[in-house]
């Protein structure tokens, strides 16, 4: 089990840390960003589409960190 979280929380730093990876969320969330702000009164599901692909790119950058701390955590009660 410890072997499975050490190595989620490798590919999750490696991602974190990728400068492609990066980029792409940063585009992803600027795209969207521009999209619901460029919208029209009118245009509630273009704005709703997307808040939640941003929701769902937190939820990504979330799991990611999420990896990362249980590793941490995991090395916090080994050390007890």
Avoid: P
Wanted: proline share 0%.
């Amino acid at each position: 089990m410890s072997t499975g979280i050490r190595i989620k929380a490798d590919e999750a730093r490696r991602l974190k840390n990728d400068t492609a990876f990066k980029t792409f969320m940063q585009s992803a969330r600027e795209n969207q960003m521009s999209i619901f702000a460029g919208s029209s009164a009118s245009e509630v599901d273009v704005r709703e589409e997307a808040h939640a692909i941003m929701r769902a790119l937190d939820q990504i950058e979330a799991t990611l960190d999420a990896a990362v701390m249980a590793e941490a955590l995991l090395d916090h009660k080994q050390r007890k």
